[in-house]
C-alpha cells in the first residue's frame, strides 16, 4: 500500500516502501490515482459519491473542492516550465484557483514573464502592475493560455508571436542572475617528487600554486601565486613568484565585465599581451547560448613519467605529472586567454623536450547589431626578466553588420609604439567564413632605431559535414620588414634566449628557450587546424604553424599530425608531432602509437566486477635519434562512486642519449569531498621517481569553512544542515560534509544550474522537502543552494477518533502546520521528521468540528530505526 506525503510549500508526493527500506519522489502513486484519475477528474456537473470509497461517508474526508474538474489541490509546485512549446526553465511556481473554481492557474508576476520571453511593456495592462503581484495573463493576452499537467509536473504557457519579445532562446533576465554570498576562497595544489639514481643522487622537486579570493556583492578580488623547490646534485632552488592580482565585477548593462589589476588583452585583433592596469570589456558569457559567437588543447608524447610545466607570456601557468606515452591537457587554469603557450617536458632523467602551441582566434564575425569592445589601459606586464614594462593604451570593438558582414579595428599605443587595426570579415555561408585585416605600426627598438611598416592577416574557417573536413582554422600573416610588436620593443637587448638545464645529464649542450632576435623581424607565418572524419569511427588531425623572417632563411616550425579510431569500444591511435626552432639547430621529433581496451569488452553489461571499469593500454615511441619506449598497462576507477583512480604500467626504454632498461610506474588518484590527491611511483633505467600531490579548495562562509576539491572561477555552496555525508548527482567523490555542507566546484556562468542531492544516501532520521534546487550565477560568484532537511523520525501511524479511523483524504499538518500529509485507507499515514513526542493536527473539512488534534508518543527505540509504527487517538 503507498502513501501519500505532502511537504512544506509542495504537494508532492511520496511513495513508501512498507518494508521500510526504500523512500522514493515520484508524482503520482496507486492511491493517487485512485483519488486523482476517478475523484479529480470529475466534472462540475457531476457529483462523485463518497460511497465509492467507504460505506460510511462520514469516514471520507470533504472532496467537494476536486468535484470541478481540479486535479491537485492550489499550491506550490516544482515544475517544468514550457514556453511554446519550448523548455525554458524548472522552478517553484504557486497556483491558484481561476476565477470559475474549474482549473489552477500560475501565479506570474511581471518579471517572471520577462524572463519567459513575453513583452511586457507593450501590453499596458501588465506594465502598470505592481512588480510583486499575480499577472492574470491568459486574461490581459488575447489567445494565451496555460495548462498544468500533474503527472508530468509541467507547466504549459502558449502566448502568441505577436506579444513575444526579441530574446534569444535560452535568455535569462539579468534580474535572477546571482551575485552570489560574501566568501573567502583558497585553491591550492601541490605536487612533489623525488628523483634517485643508481649512483646515489637524489634530486627533489615541490611546487604549489595558490589562488586566493574574495567575494563581496558583485566583487571579484583573485591572486596567483607559486611556489617552487627544488634540490639535487646540480642546483637548488627555492623560490615564490607572484603571477597576478585583480579585482573584477559585472558591468550588466554594458554586457561587460570591469577588471583592476594584473590581467590580459584579448587576442581577437592585436596579439594578446599581459597589463598591469585596468580594462573595460564585454563578456560574450553573459549572452545566450544561442547568440555567442578559445582555450587550446595541448597534445604531447612523454617518454616516461614526466613533469609537463606550461607557460604563457612569461609565466607557469600550469604543472602536472603525466605517465608515459600520449597525453593531452584541456583543462587549462590559464592566466591569459592568448598567448603563445610553451610546453616543457621533463623527464625522470632530467631530459627535456620543449615546443610551442600557437594560441589564435578564429574569424571574428558577430551577430547582426551586436558590438563588442574592449578598452585597456595600464603596463605591459611580462613574466620574462629580458623585458621592460612600457605604459600603453588599446582600443577596439567588432560590429556586426546585415548580411554577414563585420567591421572590426583598434588603435594600440605607448612611448615608443603606435598602431592602428582595420579588419572585415564576412559570413560566406557554404563557402565558410572569412576575415582579412592590415595593421601599420611604427616602432622605436632597444638599439633605438625607429621603424615602419604593415601586417596582413587572413583568417578562414569551414566545416565540410558532407567530407566530414573541419577546417578549423587556416590563417596567414605576411609583414613587411620594418613591421615590429610592442612586446619587440619590450626586449632589453636586440637578441637574447633563455637557458633550461638538464638535470644529471652530463655532455650534452644545454636547451634554449625564449628565443628572439629583433634583427630578423618577422615575414610570414601559416598556421592551420585541420580534422578530417574516416568513416564512422575514425579521425585525422593536422595542427601545424611555419613562421618566417626577413633576412634568413630560418623559421619556427611545429607540427601535429595524428590518426585516431574505434573497433567497436576499443580505440588506438597513431600521432607524430615535430617542433623546431629558428636559432636552434634541434629538431625534436616524436612517433607514437596506442591502444586501449576495456575489459568490459568481454564483459557481460550487468557484470559486478572490480574490473568492470578497468582497460588495457599499450604505447610505444621514437623519437627518430636511435632512442625507443614502448609501455604496456592496466587503469581503471575503484569504489562505488568511482573516485578513486589507479594505474600499473611496465615497459622498456632503448638507445640515445640516456640510460636504456625496464620502465614502469604505479600510481593513484583519489577524489574526495575534502580534496583530491595523488601518489605514484616509477622508474626507468638507473632513475627511481617518487611522485605525489594533493589539491583542493576552502571556502569560508558566513556559516563556517568548507573544503573541497578544486574550486573553478565559479562555484556553488550546498546547504543541507542536518543532511550530512549526502552524496551531489553526477559530482564524482562530491558529498555533504558532517554539517550538511558542500562546494559544487564549477558552475556555468549566467546559466541555470541544476543542483541535486542523492536521495539514496540520506540517513534514515533524514528527508529533504526539495532534492533540486536551480541557481544562476554571475561570473565568479558563490551561490547557495539551500536544501530544507527534515530531520526526524519516519513513522506509520494509525490515527482514530471516537473509535473509528479518522476519514480518509484528511490532511495531517505537524511542525507549526509546515508539512503534512494524506490519511490513506484504515486512518493510516506516513509521517517524517517526527520528535520523540509531540502533536499533530487532522483536518477533514472546512467546519469547526472537522478537524482534531492527537497527542503521540513513539517507543523508544524509534530513533534506531528506519520506520516504526505507531497510534494516536484523535480528539
Not at 242 to 254: F, K
Amino acid at each position: 500500500m503507498s502513501y501519500l506525503d505532502y511537504g512544506a510549500g509542495s504537494d508532492k508526493m511520496t511513495t513508501l516502501d512498507t518494508r521500510g527500506k526504500t523512500l522514493k519522489r515520484t508524482m503520482l502513486t496507486p492511491l493517487a490515482m485512485l483519488l486523482v484519475a476517478s475523484t479529480f477528474s470529475a466534472r462540475a456537473d457531476n457529483y462523485f459519491n463518497p460511497r465509492f470509497l467507504s460505506d460510511d461517508p462520514e469516514s471520507v474526508a470533504d472532496l467537494s473542492g476536486f468535484e470541478k474538474g481540479l486535479e491537485a489541490p492550489p499550491g506550490t509546485y516544482r515544475v517544468d516550465i514550457y514556453m511554446n512549446d519550448g523548455y525554458m526553465s524548472t522552478r517553484d511556481v504557486t497556483f491558484e484557483y481561476s476565477t470559475d473554481g474549474k482549473r489552477l492557474e500560475p501565479c506570474l508576476t511581471r518579471s517572471q514573464l520577462a524572463t519567459l520571453g513575453v513583452n511586457t511593456l507593450t501590453l499596458p495592462d501588465i506594465a502598470v502592475m505592481k512588480s510583486t503581484a499575480c499577472v492574470p495573463f491568459t486574461r490581459l493576452i488575447a489567445d494565451s493560455s496555460s495548462s498544468f499537467d500533474v503527472g508530468r509536473q509541467r507547466l504549459n504557457i502558449s502566448v502568441p508571436q505577436a506579444f513575444m519579445g526579441n530574446q534569444a532562446r535560452g535568455y535569462i533576465a539579468p534580474e535572477l542572475w546571482d551575485n552570489g554570498i560574501t566568501a573567502g576562497l583558497l585553491n591550492y595544489n601541490y605536487t612533489g617528487s623525488e628523483v634517485r639514481s643508481q649512483n646515489g643522487g637524489t634530486r627533489n622537486y615541490s611546487y604549489l600554486n595558490l589562488q586566493s579570493g574574495l567575494n563581496v556583492g558583485a566583487w571579484r578580488l583573485r591572486d596567483n601565486s607559486t611556489w617552487s623547490y627544488s634540490s639535487g646534485a646540480a642546483s637548488n632552488e627555492n623560490r615564490w613568484q607572484h603571477v597576478n592580482t585583480w579585482l573584477e565585477r559585472d558591468i550588466t548593462a554594458w554586457r561587460s565585465r570591469l577588471t583592476v589589476g594584473d590581467s590580459y588583452t584579448a587576442g581577437d585583433i592585436f596579439e594578446g599581451i599581459n597589463f598591469r592596469g585596468i580594462q573595460v570589456a564585454s563578456d560574450d558569457n553573459m549572452l545566450p547560448d544561442s547568440q555567442r559567437g578559445f582555450a587550446p588543447v595541448i597534445h604531447g608524447i612523454a617518454r616516461g613519467t614526466a613533469r609537463v610545466s606550461i607557460k604563457q607570456n612569461g609565466y607557469e601557468i600550469y604543472q602536472t605529472t603525466v605517465p608515459p606515452g600520449a597525453f593531452t591537457i584541456g583543462d587549462l587554469y590559464a592566466a591569459g586567454n592568448s598567448g603563445d603557450l610553451q610546453v616543457t617536458v621533463k623527464e625522470a632523467d632530467g631530459s627535456v623536450q620543449v615546443f610551442t602551441v600557437p594560441f589564435s582566434s578564429v574569424p571574428m564575425l558577430q551577430r547582426e547589431g551586436q558590438v563588442k569592445f574592449a578598452a585597456t589601459a595600464g603596463q605591459y606586464r611580462s613574466g620574462n626578466g629580458m623585458q621592460d614594462k612600457p605604459t600603453f593604451f588599446q582600443g577596439t570593438s567588432l560590429w556586426g553588420l546585415p548580411d554577414g558582414w563585420t567591421v572590426y579595428g583598434g588603435t594600440r599605443a605607448s612611448s615608443d609604439y603606435r598602431s592602428f587595426n582595420v579588419g572585415l570579415g564576412k559570413n560566406l555561408g557554404y563557402l565558410g567564413a572569412v576575415s582579412a585585416d592590415i595593421t601599420q605600426a611604427n616602432a622605436t627598438l632597444p638599439d633605438d632605431t625607429r621603424h615602419q611598416g604593415q601586417s596582413l592577416r587572413f583568417l578562414y574557417s569551414k566545416s565540410l559535414n558532407d567530407t566530414g573536413t573541419n577546417l578549423q582554422l587556416v590563417g596567414y600573416r605576411y609583414s613587411t620588414q620594418g613591421f615590429y610588436t610592442l612586446a619587440d620593443t619590450a626586449w632589453h637587448r636586440m637578441s637574447g634566449y633563455t637557458v633550461v638545464s638538464e638535470d644529471g645529464i652530463v655532455n650534452v649542450k644545454p636547451k634554449f628557450t625564449d628565443y628572439y632576435n629583433l634583427n630578423y623581424s618577422k615575414r610570414g607565418r601559416l598556421q592551420a587546424t585541420v580534422t578530417q572524419q574516416v568513416g564512422r569511427s575514425s579521425t585525422i588531425y593536422l595542427t601545424g604553424s611555419h613562421q618566417s623572417y626577413w633576412n634568413t632563411g630560418r623559421a619556427d616550425e611545429q607540427l601535429q599530425i595524428g590518426y585516431n579510431s574505434t573497433i567497436t569500444d576499443i580505440s588506438w591511435g597513431l600521432s607524430y608531432s615535430l617542433s623546431k626552432n629558428a636559432w636552434s639547430d634541434d629538431k625534436d621529433q616524436l612517433l607514437a602509437f596506442n591502444i586501449n581496451i576495456p575489459f568490459s569488452h568481454w564483459m557481460r553489461s550487468d557484470t559486478r566486477s572490480a574490473f568492470k571499469n578497468a582497460s588495457a593500454s599499450y604505447n610505444t615511441s621514437t623519437d627518430f635519434r636511435g632512442r625507443t619506449a614502448g609501455t604496456a598497462g592496466l587503469y581503471g576507477t575503484l569504489l562505488e562512486d568511482n573516485n578513486l583512480s589507479y594505474s600499473v604500467q611496465t615497459g622498456y626504454a632503448s638507445g640515445g642519449s640516456g640510460t636504456s632498461g625496464g620502465t614502469g610506474n604505479a600510481g593513484l588518484n583519489y577524489r574526495g569531498t575534502y580534496g583530491n590527491s595523488n601518489i605514484g611511483y616509477s622508474h626507468s633505467g638507473d632513475y627511481r621517481q617518487l611522485y605525489y600531490g594533493v589539491s583542493g579548495g576552502v571556502l569560508a562562509h558566513e556559516n563556517g569553512v568548507t573544503f573541497s576539491q578544486p574550486l573553478n572561477d565559479t562555484s556553488v555552496l550546498i546547504k543541507a544542515p542536518g543532511a550530512g555525508h549526502v552524496g551531489v548527482e553526477n559530482q564524482t567523490g562530491v558529498r555533504t560534509d558532517w554539517r550538511g555542507y558542500a562546494v559544487l566546484p564549477y558552475a556555468m556562468d549566467y546559466r541555470e544550474n541544476r543542483v541535486a542531492l542523492n536521495t539514496d544516501s540520506l540517513a534514515n532520521n533524514v528527508e529533504l522537502e526539495e532534492a533540486v534546487v536551480s541557481v544562476v550565477p554571475t561570473r565568479g560568484a558563490v551561490v547557495r543552494a539551500e536544501f530544507k532537511a527534515r530531520v526526524g523520525m519516519k513513522v506509520l501511524m494509525t490515527l482514530t477518533r471516537d473509535g473509528k479511523p479518522v476519514p480518509f483524504g484528511s490532511i495531517v499538518s505537524y511542525e507549526a502546520g509546515q508539512s503534512g500529509s494524506i490519511v490513506a485507507d484504515g486512518g493510516q499515514v506516513y509521517l517524517t521528521g517526527l520528535s520523540p513526542a509531540g502533536k499533530i493536527k487532522v483536518k477533514w473539512g472546512e467546519s469547526a468540528n472537522e478537524s482534531c488534534t492527537a497527542t503521540y508518543s513513539l517507543p523508544a527505540d524509534s530513533q534506531n530505526r528506519a520506520l516504526s509504527y505507531s497510534s494516536a487517538v484523535c480528539r
